[in-house]
Every structure is written in structure tokens, then in C-alpha cells.
């Protein structure tokens, strides 16, 4: 007995990338949950989906990485960049192609999540919690350096109760910032998932004071309904340095 449900093509839409996407109806299985048939016909119909596969992404979440960069113009060809909570890998395929470009070039990509996901090419991918005690050494060992770039786009499991999901982003982000501090060079830039109100007002001070800039964005990729947004920190000061 087949337990999947069959799509009907209904209308067209603007896809991602200006063309059009023929949108599909997700019709209703046996055994499927209501949410489950929610969340697949959003997928089909996704532009952004759609535009990811066209391109060899791995996810459409490649696209939010983008238009940040394309913003804040923090993945410079040569750059070295740790990429926190990167599975599939489609952050860490964006930052391969900004910082190596396709000539190969002298920038370095790391990445690691708690999942098992297919190395990218080019980059240096690696299976772990980040949150262990020994993911931190870890990591120095295989950046070999300092970093220029550290991105986190790690999301706790939501429970649905938007203080406690709050709570449960910004410890994430307590703890990539904290990695952060320690391996960014001076000048270097750390970018983040939020939840929309943005930081905590501790960690946003703490922000101000280790970085030149720090601003909230929400990138066009992110869905509508998504209360994801992202704080973007450039011009890292250094350890020890004094706020200017």
C-alpha cells in the first residue's frame, strides 16, 4: 500500500530566479498528517526550492546566505569561514564558492553539524555537537588558524512556545559567539539565526562592544511566516581590545 498522496498542478508562479513554477496541490493521504501535507505542498511550490535544485544547491537556505553577503559583503575571496550547524551544506556551498571562487583560490571553508551530511567539495566538513566539550579544540585543530568568518545558523527543535524557543536561540548564539570571540582575527565577522525581537539586550551590548557594526536582516529567501531573522556583526575588535 503506497502511503504517500499524489500533487495536482493548479496555477503558475514567479520563481526565485524570475522565471515561472508551475504550482502543484498536495492532496490529502491516508496516514499523513494535516501539517505534513502543509509543509510538502510549501515545499513544491517554493520558488526558492525550485531555484536551489536548478542550481545544485542543497538547500534553499543557500539563497539567505547570499543575499546577506550580497548586503554585507563579509565573504571576500582568500577568507577563512567556520560554518556552525551546516547541514546539508548549503551555507557552507556558498561560502566555497565566494571565498575559493571556481579558480580555487587561497580561502578556506569549515563546517560542522550534529547530523551526518555529504561532504562539500572544497570545504573541510566534519560530523559533531558542537556543543561537546571537546568540539571547540576541535575545531581550532582544523581551522589551523585564526578565522575571518563565523556563521551559525544552528536552530534549536521548536516547542511551539515562542519564549522558551526564544530562550533556546539566543543560548546558541551565547555559545557560537562565545567560539567566535576566540577565533575571529581582528576586523573578522560573525553572523547569526535569531528569532524576530532580535538579540537580548545583554548580548546585544556584547555585540556593540566586540564589533564595529552590528545590524538585524531578514533576508528576502526567509519565509514570510518564518519568525527567523538574522544579526550580522562586522569589524570584530579583538580580544582584549578596548570599544572604540
Known sequence: MKSG?????????AGAGGGRVLAERVKTARGRKPSSTR????????PYVHEARRQGYRSRAAFKLRELDDRFHFLKPGARVVDLGAAPGGWTQ????RVKGKGGGRGSVLGIDILEWDPVPDATCLVGDF???DSEERLRQALGGQADVVLSDMAAPTTGHPATDHLRI????EVALDFAVGVLAPGGTFVAKVFQGGTEKTLLDRLKRDFVSVRHAKPKASRAE????YVVAVGFRGPGLPPA
Not at 498522496?5 to 508562479?13: D, L, Q, S
Open 131 to 133: 556543543l561537546a566539550e
Open 39 to 46: 509543509w510538502l505542498q510549501r515545499q513544491l511550490n517554493d
Open 5 to 13: 498522496g499524489k500533487t495536482g498542478k493548479t496555477r503558475t508562479g
Open 170 to 173: 539566543i543560548a546558541l548564539v
Open 226 to 229: 518564518s519568525a527567523e531573522t
Open 94 to 97: 556558498v561560502a566555497v564558492e
